[in-house]
T-cell receptor
Framework: GAVVSQHPSRVICKSGTSVKIECRSL??????MFWYRQFPKQSLMLMAT?????????EQGVEKDKFLINHASLTLSTLTVTSAHPEDSSFYIC???????????FGNGTRLTVT | GENVEQHPSTLSVQEGDSAVIKCTYS??????FPWYKQELGKRPQLIID?????GEKKDQRIAVTLNKTAKHFSLHITETQPEDSAVYFC???????????FGTGTRLQVTL
């Protein structure tokens, strides 16, 4: 149980375009999902906390107008990287808990390359 | 906010030896401390976790210890095997169901 699915696994886009990443909890309802970013050989940095039915909470230094998060249902959160630039190239990973105080489970991640 | 420091950044051990990775945290309100293993290009996988009401937890070759007073916790892997080679991350949560703050990671290399 507690499977988190993320799509796509890889995406290459041109500078200036937008990319949408989906994160789904397959066998549980997730009122809260978390979006992390990981640059090569670095740790996971939290970008934002996605709350179902309300606005996401962004970490300091993360542009909310650039990284749009929508959590329209209890099983789906989306991250849209708008007007992507090469410096946005990274590994984006979503995560969710299946219940209060339970372990965090991660999606497979999306490797974004902006050319 | 929470700050988690992790050492060492790289660790090389011979197969069969033990490996120890240490983390410290800053927020005394933190009460949940998981450890994740991440292989190259893949998702982090939870390998063990401990809550603040427990001082030690063991699962086969893996154990975690927690010292709340000193605000540090450690991962112990015994009888290491080549498949243990990966990057290990510690993390801390400042309150139940809250976001996790990750350490900087330890690249473990188990050599034959």
């Amino acid at each position: 149980g507690a499977v988190v699915s993320q799509h796509p696994s890889r995406v290459i886009c041109k500078s200036g375009t937008s990319v949408k990443i989906e994160c789904r909890s397959l066998d549980f309802q997730a009122t809260t999902m978390f979006w992390y970013r990981q640059f090569p050989k670095q740790s996971l940095m939290l970008m934002a906390t996605s709350n179902e039915g309300s606005k996401a909470t962004y970490e300091q230094g993360v542009e909310k107008d650039k990284f749009l998060i929508n959590h329209a249902s209890l099983t789906l959160s989306t991250l849209t990287v708008t007007s992507a630039h090469p410096e946005d190239s990274s590994f984006y990973i979503c995560s969710a808990r299946w219940q209060y105080n339970s372990p965090l489970h991660f999606g497979n991640g999306t490797r974004l390359t902006v050319t | 906010g929470e700050n988690v420091e992790q050492h060492p950044s790289t660790l090389s051990v011979q197969e069969g030896d033990s490996a120890v990775i240490k983390c410290t945290y800053s927020d005394s309100a933190s009460n949940y401390f998981p450890w994740y293993k991440q292989e190259l290009g893949k998702r982090p996988q939870l390998i063990i976790d401990i809550r603040s009401n427990v001082g030690e937890k063991k699962d086969q070759r893996i154990a975690v210890t927690l010292n709340k007073t000193a605000k540090h916790f450690s991962l112990h892997i015994t009888e290491t095997q080549p498949e243990d080679s990966a990057v290990y991350f510690c993390a801390a949560s400042s309150r139940p169901a809250s976001k996790l703050t990750f350490g900087t990671g330890t690249r473990l290399q188990v050599t034959l």
